[in-house]
């Protein structure tokens, strides 16, 4: 490449360099040696057609393709033997979860050490172990703490004996449970799967796998509320799929009739794959076909009655040869098996259980009729074990967690048309209500308590969110990966030379690339000490989907790294490129940089896929490593970018042993074998397709052969052997059944949860009359089980997601998303079909008790039937359900409708401009339920087809320059399109060129929601450089203070320019400045004219009107603890020079008129006094406790000395009322590491008032009697507010992503004003103090360095880092700027604008 850049450090310096040694860098480096790798031979390439090229120079030890001698990353000397090809698990991101990889387990260590803290590097000790190592990229400590906001109901009940009660339950309180966790953020998935079927004999016999499988399954990924109904029976055993060969060879030897054994011979069939080998029951259909026979009802129901037969002769025979244990073991229930895994598990699960027991009366016991063996055990080993089932819920269930109810026999069984069974049904569904309501908000309160222990300081919850998934995801490949060791030794030599460009990974569909870089980076954390990694599979998300937000991840970790703000990192794709350069520029040799992109080629259509971003040239210290598909448009622009071929590494395929040993290890996991026949087959089969993702798809198949097979489904191409999934599965689940469900699954654009797919399929009437063709349910919806037997079968080849907290199930692999879209999305009528009905389910089309006809063809007219499926509007209304909700008012957006419903409309016609696009009240909703990066994706669709639109173009440009402040919150979006348009609109010509934008300008200027609104251009503007700075990035001002009557001006206060000026709040100009002042520290305003300054450690007054240096107060104040505060207009009360003291002083003629001390060696660290100046209280650091001192300032003594017996007063958190009545302050206890909480105490009394634990610490405080409300600032980020009255927390208020230092109140104190005043957070908030509801919020582009709320609370001011003025932001309802108040006039008018130089002074 023929670039010359340079270093005086080699990274093979830094080898083994382990954190404590950073302290001696430069003594240490050379102490240490080059860890040995092995010589490679130079791969043979006959041409670089085949994209094979010569990657010995690149990743050699002295790397290629350029001169420079760059700081090398510190590698670990031990390089293990066990890495290679990725053996995926049977389950998605809940598997994950659940199983940490083996080498995880068996390390000693939690988290790595210290990191070194580098001064000039944010400090990332500061932040805890689980937030350290996603940000650091361990991908080896990363524990699962993400789990889905999901509950599922799961029923335990026989097949037909409360058929009437669960269709109750459907119909009339699951529909509104299931709407009530919606609005509460959780999605409720019913899970009944002995619903709807005709019976449980499932051709392959898997029904008690399939129920007990998907109890675990759920368990893992979600909140299990167990709902029991044991009556009087609970249902008939099924046949043991498998029998062990000791326990059948016992059983055959017991049976007299050889007729009995030529019975079982037939339909268990030795199964010598199995491990350990047994005898496996063969598939109905094996030997009564028409078990499966659709088209005749008569042939069906024959075929059912003949296998009933074969049963009952078999279970009568197993009754009598098996003995107690065996019993056990074979012939209990699916029920019994079910209660048992569900709720004696532990006690934890027993609180989330109810049991619904039904006798009967007037029950005919003697003589029991055909219809009533349907609910009552007959058999007395049945009776017994049913007795024993319920005798241990009773010990395990409280009291109220059991319903019993007795209902009259009637001989037509459980009848709706019976009075009596009609109002039992009609009882059940009004008491279990409540019971499910309370389980459900019990689930809920614990959650998010558990939710607030989490941290997420240091970075915001997206990121959050994103790192845990991308690092399990990572876990999860390379957990069971092996061999492939000559491909990671190349990525570990890339890693230690001195190359200054990416290593390009390439290969074919499914040759392993994401496992490869999973394995890389799980051995990088053994490599490399200290080094940050970065990791992305594209895809994987939402958030990783298109190129626009795996740019955007990826330069917001790098910001946590390095220091800059995730602000920065809200960039469009071709600004990015100078932003990445520039943060990637600060890795420096002590902290290196490593990036690994997986699927650069997996980007969405509906991004860019521009790759001007890539470096041709990386900055020291930076690694990037990227793996890309041979055949893709993005192979070919990465060849264009980087020249230099020798870092193209081409992907080989597997060896044959690499290849058989993969599939033997899927066996061994399953306990399963191939004999030697299959093995040959098999060996050969990967030879003429040596890709793991073949290998995987052929060990799946092989752990269901018995070794009897006289052909396999083998093919010899990864996609023919993909479709031999799809046949197996349509075989196993019906045409239709498959191909619907599927094609709904691909034309998702992020996936489907649970119970979305069962209402989709609930409305397929094509479906549901393939699926009820032999028997149909009281209640028309789709079993849960068609669902989870598809699912269940392609487990492996699914993957699941969690956005917005709901868990999304959609593909793993591309090739299988592929092969889907061709074969269930390939013509325009399944596109139709699907795209429609997904339209419709997400535009609630057939909710809300609308009936969707079912044709009835014998009569040719239609019947309507309600599906009860959930309701899909913008925005969720709270509901009145939940007696413990402290918000009973509340607004959810439904993010699930917010992202589908564009992207399938457009699929569907193709057309989404007016609707969606620039439809802005939609585009708002959107940005408040959803994310700025969605709305962009809906702006490039648009753009496809419409793309000399300029409107869209100027549209998705503020899109990008807001991006940051709107994922924020989106109810800035009118806030931010005046603040960037507004020059732009300032042009007439403009109006008519853009129009549409016109219109949305107005609106925003006019506030249809409450905004602030800014009085000048303060914001990027459309169609400049996103890099450029705002401001040349000094601090102006230190701080903003309010004038004391007048509330249309603050003053502003530079300590360093020694610069003090009065400014009109509107005109945002100053009316008075005064320069030349020494160190100007703090100001309280005396009047609206004369303020007191502290100057160094000395008090001075200032009169702004005139601009005059007034006088030298004589006392000096403590250096550290300059505290002072106003009696009245002509004393100041303030903290002595030795701290021992308070003195006040007059304003007059500066001299000390009185002291208040409490005793000897007593050392005073705080001082406050009310706005009305009566009232002056310090806090006593000497005192054990602590003590709180207040004094009466008119009368001149101590009023009260305030402690607590072993706590001590936080007193730099606490506030006073104006008016004294009250103070509040932060305590905390001194020998206990519990969290601070707040004390207020009645200072006309003297007793301590309230007393409130928020469980978090506190960092900020504000009290208010107009409000009646003490308002604290959490370290959770959270604010709350409590109740001065009642004593009872009001409101619990999130929003902010890091703790708010700062809480101001207006003069009213009825509004109060929130911010970060480290910058952490660079928003500003506004609350209304007693509804607790976001006034506004603001974002601007630069750090706020101070802000206030003006007296009036109309309006905001802040000043701006590199802004030399202030900036005003009023706060706006149906109306624009203009409407605000004319400002007062200020003093003299003469001396308006006047800057007075006062260094000659005083």
Not at 571 to 588: E, I, P, Q
Not at 911 to 921: A, D, G, Q, S, T
Not at 1049 to 1067: C, D, H, K, M, Q
Not at 1248 to 1273: H, R, T
């Amino acid at each position: 490449m023929g670039s010359s850049c340079s270093s005086s450090q080699s990274m093979k310096d830094n080898v083994s360099v382990k954190s404590e040694d950073y302290a001696m860098e430069q003594k240490v480096s050379s102490q240490h040696t080059r860890a040995v790798t092995p010589t490679l031979a130079r791969p043979v390439s006959s041409s670089t057609d085949d994209r094979s090229y010569d990657t010995e120079s690149c990743l050699s030890e002295k790397g290629g393709g350029t001169n420079r001698q760059a700081a090398r990353l510190p590698l670990s000397v031990k390089m293990g033997d066990n890495d290679g090809v990725s053996n995926t698990g049977d389950a998605g991101l809940a598997h994950m979860e659940n199983s940490a990889p083996p080498d995880v387990k068996e390390s000693p260590r939690k988290s790595r050490g210290a990191i070194p803290n580098l001064g000039h590097l944010p400090d990332l000790n500061k932040l805890s172990d689980v937030i350290r190592n996603l940000v650091m990229g361990n991908v080896v400590f990363v524990r699962p703490i993400l789990k889905p906001r999901k509950i599922c109901i799961y029923t335990c009940a026989d097949l037909k004996d409360t058929i009437m009660e669960r269709s109750a339950l459907m119909e009339h309180v699951y529909p509104k449970l299931r709407l009530y966790c919606m609005e509460k953020g959780y999605e409720l998935n019913i899970v009944d799967l002995h619903w709807g079927i005709p019976d449980e004999h499932i051709n392959d016999h898997s029904f008690k796998e399939l129920c007990l499988g998907h109890l675990t399954t759920q368990a893992r990924d979600s909140h299990i509320v167990t709902v029991v109904f044991l009556n009087e029976t609970f249902g008939n055993a099924l046949l043991p799929r498998v029998i062990e060969g000791p326990d059948f060879d016992q059983a055959i030897s017991a049976m007299e009739l050889d007729t009995d054994r030529e019975l079982f011979w037939k339909w268990y069939h030795w199964d010598e794959n199995a491990q350990p080998p047994c005898y496996k029951l063969q598939p109905i259909s094996t030997f009564i076909p028409n078990i499966k026979d659709s088209n005749s009802a008569s042939l069906h129901q024959e075929a059912v009655q003949d296998w009933s037969n074969e049963v009952k002769k078999m279970m009568t025979l197993m009754r009598m040869v098996f003995n107690q244990e065996q019993k056990e073991k074979y012939l209990s229930t699916v029920m019994e098996q079910e209660i048992k895994q569900s709720v004696f598990m532990n006690q934890e699960s027993a609180k989330h259980c109810l049991w619904i027991c039904r006798k009967f009366t007037h029950f005919p016991s003697h003589n029991i009729p055909a219809q009533g063996k349907v609910y009552v055990a007959v058999e007395p080993e049945s009776k017994k074990r049913l007795d024993i089932l319920q005798s241990e819920l009773k010990e395990r269930l409280d009291e109220i967690r059991m319903l019993k109810f007795r209902v009259k026999w009637h001989n037509s069984g459980m009848n709706p048309e019976v009075p009596e069974h009609a109002q039992f049904v009609e009882d059940l569904c009004a008491q279990i209500s409540p019971l499910l309501i309370s389980i459900i908000d019990g689930i809920i309160e614990e959650d998010e308590t558990k939710e607030e222990l989490k941290t997420y300081l240091g970075i915001e919850k997206r990121l959050f969110h994103e790192l845990m998934q991308q690092s399990l995801m990572c876990q999860f490949r390379y957990k069971n990966f092996q061999g492939r060791q000559e491909i990671l030794t190349k990525i570990r030599r890339y890693l230690n030379n001195d190359s200054c460009v990416p290593l390009i990974m390439h290969g074919e569909v499914g040759c392993g690339k994401s496992s490869l870089i999973a394995k890389a980076m799980e051995r990088c954390c053994e490599w490399l000490v200290d080094v940050p990694l970065v990791v992305r599979f594209v895809g994987l998300t939402p958030g990783s989907s298109t190129t626009e937000q795996v740019l955007r991840s990826i330069a917001e970790q790098c910001c946590a790294l390095f220091g800059e703000h995730r602000a920065e990192a809200a960039k469009g794709v071709r600004h990015m490129s100078a932003f990445l350069m520039h943060v990637w520029s600060k890795a420096c040799k002590l902290r290196p940089l490593v990036i690994m992109i997986d699927g650069i080629d997996q980007v969405k259509s509906y991004g860019s896929t521009s790759l001007e971003w890539v470096p041709s040239e990386l900055p020291e210290h930076v690694k990037l490593i990227m793996t890309v598909r041979d055949d893709s448009p993005q192979m070919s622009l990465l060849q264009s970018i980087i020249e230099d071929r020798a870092c193209f590494l081409k992907i080989p395929p597997l060896t044959i042993d690499e290849g058989y040993n993969k599939f033997e290890g899927i066996l061994k996991q399953h306990h399963r074998s191939v004999n030697k026949e299959q093995r040959e087959l098999v060996s050969k089969n990967i030879q003429d397709c040596p890709l793991p993702l073949y290998v995987e798809i052929v060990g799946r198949m092989a752990c269901e052969w018995t070794g009897a097979e006289s052909q396999l489904p083998l093919k010899p191409t990864l996609l023919e052997q993909i479709y031999i999934v799809f046949d197996d599965l349509e075989r196993a689940n019906g045409q239709v059944e498959v191909s619907h469900t599927l094609g709904y699954l691909t034309a998702a654009k992020h996936g489907l949860s649970d119970s979305e797919m069962i209402d989709i399929l609930s409305c397929d009437e094509a479906l549901l009359e393939k699926i009820f063709v032999h028997c149909t349910p009281p209640v028309r919806r789709c079993p849960s089980l068609v669902w989870v037997q598809i699912s269940r079968q392609l487990q492996p080849f699914l993957m699941k997601t969690i956005v917005a907290g709901i868990c999304l199930l959609t593909w793993r692999h591309e090739s299988f998303r592929d092969a889907a879209r061709v074969r269930y999305l390939g013509t325009p009528d399944q596109i139709s079909m699907c795209c429609t009905a997904l339209i419709d389910y997400f535009q609630s089309k057939w909710a809300n008790g609308v009936k969707k006809p079912v044709p009835v063809y014998e009569a040719g007219v239609e019947e309507g039937k309600d599906r009860y499926v959930l309701d899909q509007p913008t925005k969720y209304r709270g509901s009145n359900m939940s007696k413990i909700s402290v918000q009973s008012v509340f607004s959810r957006h439904n993010r699930r409708k917010l992202d589908e419903l564009p992207y399938q409309v457009l699929q569907l016609r193709g057309r989404i401009l007016e609707e969606f696009v620039l439809n802005f009240e939609w585009v708002y909703e959107k940005l408040c339920g959803s994310d700025t990066y969605q709305v962009l994706e809906d702006v490039s669709l648009a753009l496809t087809n419409h793309s000399n639109n300029i409107e869209l173009v100027l549209l998705k440009e503020v899109l990008e320059l807001a991006a940051y402040a709107l994922g924020y919150d989106g109810r800035q979006f009118y806030s931010q399109v005046c603040g960037r348009l507004s020059t732009l609109m300032c042009d007439p010509q403009n109006h008519e060129t853009y129009p549409i934008i016109k219109k949305l300008y107005e609106t925003a200027a006019s506030a249809p929601v409450p905004c602030l609104l800014p009085l000048t251009v303060c914001l990027h503007e459309p169609f400049q450089d996103q890099n450029m700075k705002l401001g040349d990035g000094q601090v102006y001002f230190n701080a903003l203070i309010r004038a004391r009557q007048n509330p249309h001006y603050v003053i502003t206060l530079s300590t360093e320019r020694g610069e003090i000026a009065v400014w009109n709040i509107f005109t945002m100009s100053p009316v008075r400045t005064l320069t030349g002042i020494t160190q100007p520290r703090k100001l309280k305003m005396i009047d609206d004219y004369r303020c007191l300054v502290l100057c160094g450690r000395e008090l001075r007054i200032y009169n702004f009107d005139e601009g005059l240096f007034v006088m030298k107060l004589r006392e000096v104040m403590n250096q550290k603890m300059p505290y002072f505060g106003l009696h009245d207009k002509d004393h100041v009360v303030a903290l002595s020079r030795s701290r021992m003291y308070v003195n006040m002083m007059n304003l007059q003629n500066g001299d000390c008129v009185a002291t208040f001390k409490v005793g000897e060696d007593r050392f005073l660290n705080s001082l406050m006094v009310s706005e009305n100046g009566k009232i002056c209280v310090c806090g006593d650091e000497t005192q054990k406790p602590s003590a709180l001192l207040v004094w009466d300032l008119e009368l001149r003594k101590l009023m009260y000395d305030l402690r607590i017996p072993h706590h001590e007063f936080i007193t730099r958190h606490a506030a006073i009322t104006k008016e004294g009545h009250y103070v509040s302050c932060v305590c905390r206890e001194v020998d206990e590491p519990a969290p601070n909480f707040i004390v207020v105490y009645d200072l006309q009394s003297g007793t301590l008032f309230k007393k409130w634990k928020p469980g978090v610490n506190i960092i900020s405080i504000a009290i208010s009697s107009a409000g009646s409300c003490v308002i604290v600032g959490l370290e959770d980020s959270k604010l709350m507010a409590y109740d001065l009255i009642t004593g009872n927390p009001r409101w619990t208020l999130k929003g902010h992503t890091a703790p708010p230092t700062t809480i101001r109140l207006d003069n009213r104190g009825l509004q109060c004003l929130t911010y970060d005043s480290l910058g952490r957070d660079r928003s500003v908030r506004v609350w209304d103090i007693h509804s607790g509801n976001s006034l506004a919020v603001m974002t601007p582009d630069q750090a706020i360095t101070a802000c206030e709320i003006s007296s009036d609370g109309k309006a905001v001011i802040m000043a701006l880092e590199g802004r030399n003025e202030i900036v005003t932001f009023l706060l706006c309802h149906q109306s624009g700027v203009d409407g605000h108040a004319s400002p007062k006039s200020y003093g003299n008018d003469t001396n308006r604008g006047k800057v007075f130089d006062l260094s000659q002074a005083g």
